[in-house]
């Protein structure tokens, strides 16, 4: 995946991102979406509008993600809701995606406090 985020997010900083899923909705490999922050809560809640930059307009319109943290036993649990999907976007596509990224996240956090147990001469 390639991104463009903002340097530094806040209400209204843009991203555009590129995909390459094997069948696109941008071309008939990749998927490019842009969008911008709307909500940002430090350690509570994120918001965002997103938009596929496409031709088919079965594909087109904003989404809004919310993701929310809270503090759960052990670690933190995360809340996404995925609203607006365009009508033309399968829902086990979507579905797909969202199990696809909380496994990039899951792996992502995990090999953070793998890496906090090194410096710190622990194992977790």
Known sequence: MRSTPAKVAR???????????????????TDTYHGRFVKLVPNEQVAYVVEFETADPALRGEMTITIALADADGGTDVLAVHDGLPRGLPTADNEAGWRSSLAKL???????Q???????????
Do not use: F, I, M, Y
């Not at 590129?18 to 008939?28: E, I, M, S, V």
């Not at 793998?114 to 977790?124: D, I, K, M």
């Open 106 to 112: 899951a792996a992502l956090v995990e090999a953070g």
């Open 11 to 29: 209400s209204g900083s843009r991203s555009r991102t590129t995909r390459r899923p094997g069948t696109g909705k941008t071309t008939a490999h």
């Open 114 to 124: 793998n890496t906090r147990a090194e410096w710190s001469g622990r194992e977790r």
